[in-house]
């Protein structure tokens, strides 16, 4: 069992910036994916990462959003530049040992943290 927290979250305005921080325990060689829900949306893919450090970005994401890891602190990282208020949302963490059909999937990730929310206003 591997618990995940999600931290970071806030109001900003549009333009600004947030770093979320999701802390694993216990770590371990962990494929992490963000996740966002926004208000009466389905959960959709942000971005992930291998344990490696190879990243993958959403489209609407890329170029503003990082995602980073520290292994030996078992924490990945999604630094958000750029904010707009289509990223408002409630921010999840997610992780898994194998990653079977496609990191994209929710369904694919064993792990979830509890959440934390992003408010950008206009």
């Known amino acids: 069992q591997v618990m995940l927290a999600e931290s970071g979250g806030g109001l900003v305005q549009a333009g600004g910036s947030l770093r979320l921080s999701c802390a694993a325990s216990?770590?371990?060689?962990?494929?992490v994916g963000w996740f966002r829900q926004p208000p009466g949306k389905e959960r959709e893919f942000v971005a992930a990462?291998?344990?490696?450090?190879?990243?993958y970005y959403a489209d609407s994401v890329k170029g503003r959003f990082t995602i980073s890891r520290d292994n030996p602190k078992n924490m990945v990282y999604l630094q958000m530049n750029g904010l707009k208020p289509d990223d408002t949302a409630t921010y999840y963490c997610?992780?898994?040992?194998?990653?079977?059909?496609?990191?994209?999937?929710?369904?694919?990730?064993?792990?979830w943290g509890q959440g934390t929310q992003v408010t950008v206003s206009s």
């Open positions: 997610a992780a898994d040992e194998i990653i079977s059909s496609g990191y994209t999937n929710p369904s694919d990730y064993g792990f």
């Open positions: 216990p770590g371990g060689r962990l494929f």
């Open positions: 990462i291998t344990w490696k450090g190879a990243t």
